[in-house]
């Protein structure tokens, strides 16, 4: 059941699993979720435009987003719920399991794992995106909306941007550096937690370990909105670009590189030993859907 490591049995894992998470009807959660982003983000966004009379960045909706507590804790356990069916469990799976090798099966689930949450955050980018394509430009620099509108219009509407995109981004970087640190972050953070929930499932504690991501999460988000150094005690602090920054001061509060690399080296860890529970692991004791 151990044989060789087989790319090919890899591919055929991972292909198995992928085609699975793109038709699961928990799919729908994912339009779900992009109606509040809608409402908080979006609309804000095109309103204050519109007032204006002035294009958004096509970035700045998605970096607002990427940028939200409330966004981060959806988008997290929307996606731990979109995986909780994985690994499959079936009728089949001891001799699906059998005739890829198990080093091949669990090395096929990790590859999986990162591509649907790479599928996933290009989705929830794409439906965020067509919703202000037509009030946007493609240019590396933050539109007038952001970084002035406040200061114009605030007094007037009474809406405000500075709730959106906060100065700590557009203050420190260009939009494309925001959107693509604040991608990374929110992807590895996102990781973090599926790869902390997957390993509960070869424990037999797949329920214990979404009750605990849940918890940690909620918690985290807690902190952030009490604005509470414990915050970076939790990963969620870490999904979160602008909490890295001071608001005016070329300054961090917590270097994002150290985010970057505590993410890497707890994914690396949690690969490590789920790749050595599945080797040993009674297939009967893998937990199937709790969702």
């Known amino acids: 059941m151990n044989m060789k490591v087989n790319i090919k049995n890899i591919l055929l894992v991972v292909r198995s699993e992928y085609v699975k998470f793109l038709f699961t009807p928990k799919m729908i959660l994912i339009p779900v979720i992009l109606i509040p982003m809608r409402e908080w983000v979006v609309i804000p966004l095109i309103k204050a435009a519109e007032e ?3 294009p958004i960045n096509i970035l700045e909706p998605c970096i607002g987003i990427f940028n939200s507590w409330l966004g981060v804790l959806l988008m997290t356990m929307v996606f731990i719920i979109l995986i909780s069916s994985f690994p499959t469990v079936d009728d089949n799976m001891l001799f699906y399991i059998s005739r890829m090798g198990r080093k091949n099966w669990i090395t096929g689930e ?170 040993k692991v009674n297939l009967d004791m893998i937990g199937g859907d709790i969702i």
């Open 52 to 54: 204006m009379d002035m």
């Open 110 to 279: 990790l590859v999986f794992l990162l591509i649907s949450g790479i599928t996933y955050w290009v989705i929830i980018i794409a439906g965020v995106v067509v919703q202000t394509a037509q009030v946007s430009f493609i240019n590396n620099g933050w539109s007038i909306v952001i970084t002035d509108h406040d200061k114009l219009y605030s007094d007037i509407s009474g809406l405000k941007t500075i709730g959106i995109i906060p100065p700590n981004l557009y203050f420190q970087m260009t939009p494309c550096r925001a959107f693509f640190h604040s991608s990374g972050l929110l992807l590895l953070g996102i990781l973090f937690c599926a790869m902390m929930f997957f390993m509960g499932s070869l424990y037999s504690r797949k329920l214990l370990f979404f009750v605990i991501t849940a918890i940690q999460v909620a918690t985290g988000c807690g902190f952030i909105a009490i604005e509470n150094m414990g915050e970076w005690l939790f990963p969620i602090s870490h999904s979160m670009l602008y909490l890295h920054y001071n608001t005016y001061f070329r300054a961090y509060i917590f270097p994002p590189w150290i985010s970057f690399v505590i993410f890497i080296a707890a994914w690396t860890v949690f690969a490590v030993i789920i790749y050595r529970k599945a080797l």
